[in-house]
């Protein structure tokens, strides 16, 4: 048994979860989300929480019973509260706009860069800071990372896109011997 798999997974007020043998869906006030079940797991909704369980006693059975456990966690968490990354834009000259559902960057490049957004993510800019959210965590995370590759930090100056809070380590620049 996975440890992670065996802790029951706490359903809070204002979402509802409900199990079948391939699907667990919940539906809450950020939106309605599911996930499908890998072979040899089962789940199921008892008393305010759901219950993962593992048929199969081996090393792969194991990890994907840890898997589905985190994946419906954080599948409740989501439709409850939702998930927010935050970007940070440094360099001269670099700024954001949200037109609709483009996300429009000045990044140094000869033309702007144009992102669509996909359904479900929330995109938003105030002043140097692009905001990321969404109830799907893996999808909020994916569309951050995608952002961020635009332009990535550079170790000399420091300037491109970053998570908030994220530390560039800076490289000395050339020196005159």
Wanted: a positive charge.
């Amino acid at each position: 048994m996975s440890r992670i798999g065996k802790k029951p997974v706490a359903i809070p007020s204002g979402v509802t979860v409900k199990a079948s043998d391939t699907t667990v869906s919940a539906k809450g006030p950020k939106g309605e989300l599911s996930v499908m079940l890998l072979p040899s797991i089962k789940a199921d909704v008892k008393e305010g929480s759901v219950l993962v369980t593992c048929t199969e006693d081996t090393s792969t059975g194991r990890s994907r019973h840890g898997l589905v456990r985190s994946l419906i966690a954080n599948m409740v968490t989501g439709v409850d509260k939702g998930y927010v990354i935050e970007l940070e834009l440094q360099g001269v000259g670099f700024r954001a706009a949200v037109q609709g559902t483009k996300l429009t960057m000045n990044l140094g490049y000869s033309s702007p860069v144009v992102f669509e957004t996909p359904k479900g993510i929330t995109v938003a800019v105030k002043e140097s800071v692009v905001t990321v959210s969404g109830s799907d965590k893996q999808m909020v995370g994916d569309v951050a990372a995608r952002i961020r590759s635009f332009y990535p930090p550079e170790p000399y100056k420091g300037k491109g896109v970053r998570y908030k809070g994220e530390h560039v380590r800076r490289k000395a620049g050339k020196t005159v011997a």
